[in-house]
């Protein structure tokens, strides 16, 4: 009852002044609302102009008020007005949200009429209307969701935020996170009791990922001063190596914070991730081995929700099953041409074993090969950099770092991920690299993966997104299209080899290696979540047909099953890009420009597939 009252006491004032803005902007639109739905659709320029100008303005006060209820989001964005708080992770929330989004959802198509708008501000009303509606639509599936697993969940979550996006600039930064630690307890709280509701449900991790969760959750409550052994807790050095970097605070001051934080790690961490290991264990043992959303009630329409949440499409999963089927054998012929181009006899197994196995392609796993990978990755990228004028108009502002995933959580991460920077500029792009198992990232792989996740890929796309001017702050921040953003990195693995780069016909392998590893996975999403593999039938698929260690392959079967069709958004946001830049060579001939063409995919944002065809013919008939 304590936690409940308290959550409210949190919840309060930031409800309120989300509110508090949503009357104000209803208010100044309410003569607008009255007038705008006759039967009239031709407006002239200076009533487009005023339209525009007053939907912008309701988009933007919508950012800000959905901003305004999630301090986590506040934190990303680089804003500090509750950066003493959580974002709750209860269904009082969750139904607050439905009803915020219901609200806006009714005003944006019953009150702006879209024949008013301007081209921008009406590719700004399709994209806010579809996110608020696939949302609202998603609703119904709110618990079909593991909210711990290898891959994501608050377990990893609270640690991380605080050691990535909490920063520490001054003292009032240092409080602010020892108030985030002090409420750890009632953090965990929320998501135990958001577990027994699917538990209740019988939606249940599936038993064979519980040791990596359970080894995680362990991770988190070891080191000083929790236990009593030289290495320090993951929080208490990153909040230790913080405050010593505050120069103005002095010794006292700092020793009261670090003493601070010893408690709220005791008496405040410790027991609530101990309540969380023990309910684990205990849940543990109701798991079976069924890797598919199928199991769930309403599985199969979950899944066909899921593949149009992720692609921003209609394809049916036997249809993205097809296309991967056919991808894979494309890929296989094209690898047969460099086995003969290195004069390598023998099958193509044979081949995907030689790379696997031999030790050129590998840097040692000890420090010194750790260290070496991260500093040839900052090679890559530098030589990339003076290459970009040759494929863009616009470049990114913001800063880009190589780093290692941290070690709490590296063992069950992903093989490289980025991160984006934050707005103001107080946080760079990062590409993290998982040098964990330095096997899972051959050498052969290094200049495609440096491409996905820095430059010309994420990098280059969502700090671009976050820059641009002009454009509602919905569709900078929160426009995670990620047929649209997968399909872009996946896309930028690619484009370098027109530009000279993959001399290496190794180099090139590696390439056409990560390509099939996307098209393999249409194969083995629809067969986890729709055909009812198992998770060995699954396995096997990725071990006949790539390149990639064992590891990879069950590391990747076991996101498919925790992330339904996230993984299907790459291959087929790549096809798109490619299908839409030939169409507009063979329409355009000499006209084409790469560079023009690249802007009109960037220049955007982040929009679904169907929104990104119409940019680019528009682009064509103007070129035209």
Same mark, same amino acid.
């Given at each position: 009852?304590?936690?409940?009252?308290?959550l409210?006491?949190?919840?309060?004032?930031?409800?309120?002044?989300?509110?508090?803005?949503?009357?104000?902007?209803?208010?100044?639109?309410?003569?607008r609302?009255?007038?705008?739905?006759?039967?009239?659709?031709?407006?002239?320029a200076?009533?487009?102009?005023k339209?525009?100008?007053?939907?912008n303005?309701?988009?933007?006060?919508y950012?800000?008020s959905?901003?305004?209820?999630?301090?986590?989001?506040q934190?990303?964005l680089g804003?500090?007005?509750?950066?003493?708080k959580?974002?709750?992770f209860?269904d009082?929330?969750e139904?607050?949200?439905?009803?915020?989004?219901?609200?806006?959802?009714?005003?944006?198509?019953?009150?702006?009429?879209?024949?008013?708008?301007?081209?921008a *501000?009406?590719?700004s009303?399709?994209?806010?209307?579809?996110?608020?509606?696939?949302?609202?639509?998603?609703?119904?599936?709110?618990?079909?969701?593991?909210p711990?697993?290898?891959?994501r969940?608050?377990?990893?979550?609270?640690?991380?935020f605080?050691?990535?996006?909490?920063?520490?600039?001054?003292?009032?930064?240092a409080?602010?996170?020892?108030?985030r630690?002090?409420?750890?307890?009632?953090?965990?709280?929320?998501?135990?009791?958001q577990?027994?509701?699917?538990?209740?449900?019988?939606?249940?991790?599936?038993?064979?990922?519980?040791?990596?969760?359970?080894?995680?959750?362990?991770?988190?409550?070891s080191g000083?001063?929790?236990s009593r052994?030289?290495?320090?807790?993951?929080?208490?050095?990153?909040?230790?190596?913080?405050?010593?970097?505050?120069?103005?605070?002095?010794?006292?001051?700092?020793?009261?914070?670090?003493?601070?934080?010893?408690?709220?790690l005791e008496?405040?961490?410790?027991?609530a991730?101990?309540?969380?290991?023990?309910?684990?264990?205990?849940l543990?043992?109701?798991? *079976?081995?069924?890797?598919g959303?199928?199991?769930?009630e309403?599985?199969?329409d979950?899944y066909?929700?899921?593949?149009?949440?992720?692609t921003?499409?209609?394809?049916?999963?036997e249809?993205?099953h097809?296309?991967?089927?056919?991808?894979?054998?494309r890929?296989h012929?094209?690898?047969?041409?460099?086995?003969?181009?290195?004069?390598f006899?023998?099958?193509?197994q044979?081949?995907?074993?030689f790379?696997?196995?031999?030790?050129q392609?590998y840097?040692?796993n000890?420090?010194?090969g750790?260290t070496a990978?991260?500093?040839?990755?900052?090679?890559?990228i530098?030589?990339?950099?003076?290459?970009?004028?040759e494929?863009?108009?616009?470049?990114?502002?913001?800063?880009l770092?190589?780093k290692?995933?941290?070690?709490f959580?590296?063992?069950?991460?992903?093989?490289?991920?980025?991160?984006?920077?934050?707005?103001?500029?107080?946080?760079p792009?990062?590409?993290?690299?998982?040098?964990?198992?330095?096997?899972?990232?051959?050498?052969?792989?290094m200049?495609?993966?440096a491409?996905?996740e820095?430059?010309?890929?994420?990098?280059?796309?969502?700090s671009?997104?976050?820059?641009?001017e002009g454009l509602?702050?919905?569709?900078?921040?929160?426009?995670?299209?990620?047929?649209?953003?997968?399909?872009?990195?996946?896309?930028s693995?690619?484009?370098?080899?027109?530009?000279?780069?993959?001399?290496?016909?190794?180099?090139?392998?590696?390439?056409?290696?990560m390509?099939?590893?996307?098209?393999?996975?249409?194969?083995?999403?629809?067969?986890?979540?729709f055909?009812?593999w198992?998770?060995?039938e699954?396995?096997?698929?990725?071990?006949?047909?790539?390149?990639?260690?064992?590891?990879d392959?069950?590391?990747?079967?076991?996101?498919?099953?925790?992330?339904?069709?996230?993984? *299907?958004?790459?291959?087929?946001?790549?096809?798109?890009?490619?299908e839409?830049?030939d169409?507009?060579?063979?329409?355009l001939?000499?006209?084409?420009?790469?560079?023009?063409?690249h802007?009109v995919l960037?220049?955007n944002g982040?929009v679904?597939?169907?929104?990104?065809?119409?940019?680019?013919?528009?682009?064509?008939?103007?070129?035209?």
């Open positions: 009852m304590k936690h409940i009252l308290k409210k006491l949190v919840l309060l004032p930031i409800l309120l002044g989300a509110a508090l803005i949503y009357i104000l902007y209803l208010n100044l639109f309410k003569d609302s009255t007038e705008i739905f006759g039967n009239k659709t031709n407006y002239t200076e009533e487009i102009e339209s525009s100008a007053e939907a303005i309701f988009f933007d006060t950012f800000d959905l901003v305004a209820q999630d301090p986590a989001w934190s990303y804003i500090k007005t509750n950066n003493d959580w974002t709750p209860t009082e929330f139904d607050q949200q439905v009803a915020f989004k219901t609200a806006n959802l009714k005003y944006l198509t019953d009150s702006i009429d879209y024949h008013a708008l301007n081209k *501000t009406l590719i009303h399709k994209l806010l209307k579809g996110q608020l509606e696939l949302a609202l639509e998603g609703d119904q599936y709110r618990y079909h969701t593991y711990v697993s290898q891959m969940g608050m377990h990893t979550a609270i640690p991380s605080l050691i990535n996006i909490h920063q520490i600039a001054d003292e009032t930064d409080q602010t996170y020892l108030k630690l002090s409420t750890i307890d009632e953090r965990v709280d929320q998501l135990l009791a577990l027994k509701i699917r538990e209740g449900k019988n939606i249940i991790l599936p038993k064979f990922l519980f040791p990596k969760i359970l080894e995680a959750t362990q991770n988190v409550m000083f001063p929790i052994e030289d290495k320090p807790n993951l929080l208490y050095k990153d909040f230790g190596k913080k405050l010593a970097k505050l120069e103005d605070l002095n010794d006292d001051t700092r020793k009261q914070y670090l003493k601070e934080c010893e408690t709220y008496q405040k961490l410790y027991p991730y101990q309540k969380l290991y023990t309910y684990l264990k205990k543990e043992k109701k798991a *079976t081995d069924e890797a959303v199928w199991k769930f309403n599985g199969a979950f066909a929700y899921k593949l149009k949440q992720m921003s499409t209609d394809l049916s999963p249809a993205i097809q296309l991967g089927v056919d991808e894979v054998e890929i012929d094209e690898m047969k041409a460099i086995m003969k181009e290195v004069s006899e023998g099958s193509l044979d081949f995907f074993k790379m696997r196995e031999d030790q392609f840097y040692s000890n420090e010194a750790k990978y991260l500093k040839d990755a900052n090679a890559i530098d030589a990339m950099r003076p290459k970009l004028d494929l863009f108009i616009t470049k990114p502002k913001a800063e770092i190589v290692a995933v941290e070690p959580r590296e063992k069950s991460a992903g093989k490289a991920f980025y991160q984006s920077p934050a707005p103001d500029g107080s946080r792009g990062t590409y993290y690299v998982n040098t964990y198992d330095m096997a899972q990232v051959p050498k052969y792989q200049e495609a993966l491409y996905h820095a430059i010309p890929g994420h990098h280059m796309q969502l671009i997104a976050q820059e641009l509602p702050k919905f569709r900078r921040y929160a426009g995670r299209y990620t047929a649209y953003i997968e399909g872009w990195g996946l896309y693995e690619y484009i370098p080899k027109e530009i000279g780069f993959y001399t290496d016909p190794y180099s090139n392998f590696g390439r056409l290696a390509e099939l590893w996307r098209a393999c996975r249409l194969i083995v999403d629809t067969g986890i979540h055909k009812k198992n998770r060995q699954s396995i096997d698929f990725y071990k006949n047909n790539t390149p990639n260690s064992e590891g392959c069950i590391k990747m079967v076991d996101r498919h099953i925790v992330m339904p069709a996230q993984a *299907t958004t790459y291959k087929i946001g790549m096809i798109t890009m490619l839409l830049r169409k507009a060579k063979q329409m001939g000499e006209k084409f420009d790469i560079r023009e063409f802007e960037i220049s982040a679904p597939l169907d929104v990104l065809q119409d940019l680019v013919e528009e682009y064509v008939a103007s070129k035209q």
